[in-house]
């Protein structure tokens, strides 16, 4: 079993910075990949980005060039850096786990085995 918890999030003007952490707990997960998503308010889950042990990195198109994905496998936290934020942006962001190689399966949420309860991000016009 593994436990993620998310933090960093809350309330933003467009433009500004936030950074979002997530450690994990309980299982050794420094070979897995760790992915990023957000839910809108009335939407889906949708893929932000994932980062693979490797530091390889996939992103979303609609942050790329604005946000920043890594991780510390020394102790199994992925980080998320968002930069000049939009209001479009707002939605709770969760981390998941999942396994295998970066591939278009990683934009899929039923692919990932352990989530996050979220944390809020409100970017304010």
């Known amino acids: 079993q593994v436990q993620l918890t998310e933090s960093g999030g809350g309330l933003v003007q467009t433009g500004g910075s936030l950074r979002l952490s997530c450690p994990t707990f309980?299982?050794?997960?420094?070979?897995?990949?760790m992915g990023w998503f957000r839910r809108a308010p009335g939407k889906e889950r949708v893929f932000v980005a994932a980062?693979?042990?490797?530091?390889?990195?996939m992103y979303a198109d609609s942050v790329k060039g604005r946000f920043t994905v890594s991780r510390d496998n020394a102790n199994g936290t992925t980080y998320l850096q968002m930069n000049n934020l939009k209001p479009e942006d707002t939605a709770v962001y969760y981390c998941?786990?999942?396994?295998?190689?970066?591939?278009?399966?990683?934009?899929?949420?039923?692919?990932?085995?352990?989530w996050g309860p979220g944390t809020q991000v409100t970017v304010s016009s």
């Open positions: 998941g786990v999942t396994t295998g190689r970066l591939n278009i399966a990683t934009k899929v949420p039923w692919e990932y085995s352990f």
């Open positions: 309980g299982r050794t997960v420094s070979t897995y990949i």
């Open positions: 980062v693979a042990y490797s530091g390889d990195t």
